[in-house]
């Protein structure tokens, strides 16, 4: 069965643009949450949908946003990027809908601003 | 609040030496625990979790790791390492409401020969 399928794999963008990276989870899966990986910050989370709802949001300017479609496919969207958005994106996928449900992650997103 | 404390940065294990990771976590109720690993480059794959039951979890590539609620502990131990496990392994449970990870800051692992 086909893992969690992140495009692109890497990006570069210049300061002031804006970006949108692409989730599609594993077959079946309602929940897709995102990670953004730094060496300094480590693993923070972005926020999670389940059936196209928003049900959590980390600690994130707003011009950090997603969505996630009926396929349940997700989109997440940084605008006005900043050099400090450099970093790998994680998206997860899990059954949701209960808290005993594990995550299986994708081979991320690198972006980076210069 | 709601943490996961690995106090290792970085350890160099021999090769077919025993390894041991640590993992301490805040929790105020029973928690749901995971290893991850990250080879460089890539994505986090899933090791072994822990949600309730036995608290000694077998898991991939002969990982185990041992809950104890005591010690606030989720400690992933392989009686036998091989070359191919230097990566990065991150610790992590679920927040109140199972909708976000909260990982640990990740030790990464080295094997000399």
């Known amino acids: 069965k086909a893992g969690v399928t992140q495009t692109p794999r890497y990006l570069i963008k210049t300061r002031g643009q804006q970006v949108t990276l692409s989730c599609s989870p594993i077959s079946g899966h309602r929940s897709v949450s995102w990670y953004q990986q730094t060496p300094g910050q480590g693993l923070q989370f972005l926020f999670e949908y389940f059936s196209e709802t928003q049900r959590n949001k980390g600690n994130f300017p707003g011009r950090f946003s997603g969505r996630q479609f009926s396929n349940s496919r997700s989109e997440m969207n940084v605008s006005t990027l900043e050099l400090g958005d450099s970093a790998l994106y994680l998206c997860?996928?899990?059954?949701?809908?209960?808290?005993?449900?594990?995550?299986?992650f994708g081979q991320g997103t690198r972006l980076t601003v210069v | 609040a709601q943490s996961v404390t690995q106090p290792d940065i970085h350890i160099t294990v021999s090769e077919g030496a025993s390894l041991e990771l640590r993992c301490n976590y805040s929790y105020g109720a029973t928690p749901y625990l995971f290893w991850y690993v990250q080879s460089p480059g890539q994505g986090l794959q899933l090791l072994l979790k822990?949600?309730?039951?036995?608290?000694l979890v077998q898991g991939i590539k002969g990982f185990e790791a041992e809950f104890k609620r005591s010690q606030s502990s989720f400690n992933l131990r392989k009686p036998s390492v091989h070359w191919s496990d230097a990566a990065e392994y991150f610790c992590a449970l679920y927040n109140q409401a199972g909708t976000a990870l909260i990982f640990g800051k990740g030790t990464t692992l080295s094997v000399s020969s």
């Open positions: 822990y949600f309730s039951g036995d608290t």
């Open positions: 997860a996928s899990s059954l949701g809908g209960s808290k005993g449900t594990e995550a299986f």
